[in-house]
T-cell receptor, first 114, second 114 residues
């Protein structure tokens, strides 16, 4: 079945450092790919998404490119802030209709030090 | 003005008890979901409802019974609680019943079964 693999965490960075969080997937067909973020004490919220190969999703300075050849959707940000400290989830959705569902990766905790 | 709310936030109970978790969304969405996040942070869908009709039912023990009295509410009742039910349960909603549609999550209910 479909699966999402995220790099092991946690990740600790200093403010203004460059961030990469790796995500690879296994899926039949052509899934859509997502990054969701969970800030402390809150529910998950969509950060960005890409629905086809070579699409780039971007939001709040974060970017991720849908790479079909490497089955990857790595999350990057050029300069992280303390407020980016959160748990990040990579996810994919199968292309089905009303029965389509999100498959999530394990989630990785990012801590940004001032 | 919380979009997706869950009660209670924490639930501690003994094995064998029956408990319920409530979820409400004020976004006017047609689709609601329950997810379970285990101790390793894996997030997995359990159920989804669209217009009060069940559309996704993953392989969940039948001790778990969702109930949707109206489009804005999706409650989760769990009978005969077991140790393995300890997890964080997230409710979510989306406008459309497609996984590509943005899902809005509640803050989670941490269930601990002793």
């Amino acid at each position: 079945g479909d699966s999402v693999t995220q790099m092991e965490g946690p990740v600790t960075l200093s403010e203004e450092a460059f961030l990469t969080i790796n995500c690879t997937y296994t899926a039949t067909g052509y899934p859509s790919l997502f990054w969701y973020v969970q800030y402390p004490g809150e529910g998950l919220q969509l950060l960005l998404k890409a629905t086809k190969a070579d699409d780039k999703g971007s939001n709040k300075g974060f970017e991720a490119t849908y790479r079909k050849e490497t089955t990857s959707f790595h999350l990057e940000k050029g300069s992280v802030q303390v407020s980016d400290s959160a748990v990040y989830f990579c996810a994919l959705s199968d292309p089905g209709g009303a029965n389509s569902k999100l498959t999530f990766g394990k989630g990785i905790t990012l801590s940004v030090r001032p | 003005d919380t979009a997706v709310s869950q009660t209670p936030k924490y639930l501690v109970t003994q094995m064998g008890n029956d408990k319920s978790i409530k979820c409400e969304q004020n976004l006017g969405h047609d689709t609601m979901y329950w997810y379970k996040q285990d101790s390793k942070k894996f997030l997995k869908i359990m159920f989804s409802y669209n217009n009060k009709e069940l559309i996704i039912n993953e392989t969940v023990p039948n001790r778990f019974s969702p109930k949707s009295p109206d489009k804005a509410h999706l409650n989760l009742h769990i009978n005969s609680l077991e140790l393995g039910d300890s997890a964080v349960y997230f409710c979510a909603s989306s406008l459309l019943p497609f996984a590509t549609d943005t899902q809005y999550f509640g803050p989670g209910t941490r269930l601990t079964v002793l």
